[in-house]
Nanobody, 122 residues
């Protein structure tokens, strides 16, 4: 059974960098065709895709957040990390780490972390 668990500070000050780590168990982040994704949900709004890091270490980001986003990984710990710089209160959200699976031209999200609340406030 694959499990994902987010960790990181729940409160970040404006202009600082938000940093969250997702620890994966029950499967390797280097397994082919898995894309390790960050998604967030601001209060009262829908889900927003942030970006992912692939099984081979390539990254792809939302064009709306690309200038402030970095996703990296530590294969020795089976973890991947989100860094979002220059945060504002608009970045307040529940942040989820999610596994995206590709099979041919089809893909879907099959495992989600429980989510972690991050509030940006002074």
């Amino acid at each position: 059974q694959v499990q994902l668990q987010e960790s990181g500070p729940g409160l970040v000050k404006p202009s600082q960098t938000l940093s969250l780590t997702c620890t994966v168990s029950g499967g390797s982040i280097t397994t082919k065709d898995y894309y390790w994704t960050w998604i967030r949900q601001p209060p009262g709004k829908g889900l927003e895709w942030i970006g992912y890091i692939t099984y081979s270490g390539s990254t792809y980001y939302s064009p709306f957040l690309k200038s402030r986003t970095s996703i990296s990984r530590d294969t020795s710990k089976n973890q991947f990390t989100l860094q979002l710089s220059s945060v504002t209160p608009a970045d307040t959200a529940v942040y989820y780490c999610v596994r995206r699976l590709r099979r041919g031209t089809n893909w879907w999200y099959d495992y989600w972390g429980q989510g972690t609340q991050v509030t940006v406030s002074s």
